[in-house]
């Protein structure tokens, strides 16, 4: 999985057309303030082991929000961060159990799957504010957020 | 290069803080309206022909910015769309050419390498407004915007 966290005073989205792959929601817009925005691409090789990439991405955004003492997490799948993706129904399954095992800690908000949206978002800019991770079954990635700007 | 481009009501940025890498700059903080946000991770095998790598990208905005009807083009380096990053001097210097070939026919605005930035970006959500693309000295890959949400 390809993973992009941004620290955010806000993300806000409207969900505007439908994809074939659009998932129902009623959640077609929302909003949070003070939150680290989580853009997903969930990718073919998450397909092997979807539960080991589900605890290591939760693992990640755990670990990165402690760190940023944000309490706010919005999960926005993003595909366009990846040119290899998973099939529409794993990404989604993956998605929702992320959201899953982040609510009893976490004021969480999932954009919907498959719908194009319009989005508005102001990053922090300070050093952690955006951090890229390439996420999988094995063990965490490195965080390549080092002089990444 | 890895390019995501992203129709938006609006690009605001303002550098924060330098990285070692960091360009020297006057326009520490910048604003456009109605325009294509270009985000943009030059990579290493750009570096074996970076003119054809330059006339290919700004052959592809120009496409982009006709298409959605915008005069105003912001280009925005982003390294955290690609896992394998060119050298920071190519990067600089394939930057300013293609804001130098863009400038007789666009507005544009290029904000600084290698700052950390805090930016706001508003994007419009029609199903043209995100587009991700991997440009290569060759010939253009083919536009992976369909379906992409
Ligand atoms: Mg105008």
Request: proline fraction near 4%.
């Amino acid at each position: 999985m390809k993973t992009l966290m941004i620290h955010s005073d806000y993300l806000e989205y409207e969900a505007k057309q439908k994809t074939k792959m659009a998932e129902e929601t009623e959640k077609l817009s929302g909003k949070m303030d003070e939150c680290l925005t989580v853009f997903m691409a969930v990718e073919r090789d998450d397909e092997s082991d979807p539960k080991a990439v589900v605890k290591n991405v939760v693992d990640e955004i755990k670990k990165t929000a402690e760190n940023l003492k944000v309490e706010n997490v919005v999960l926005y799948p993003y595909a366009h961060l990846s040119s290899n993706l998973g099939s529409p129904d794993v990404a989604k399954k993956i998605l929702k159990d992320v959201e899953e095992l982040l609510a009893p800690n976490y004021n969480v908000l999932r954009s919907p799957f498959g719908w194009y949206k319009a989005f508005k978002i102001s990053c922090k800019g300070h050093p952690l504010s955006e951090l890229s991770r390439q996420i999988s079954a094995e063990r965490n990635e490195e965080a390549e957020d080092k002089e990444k700007s």
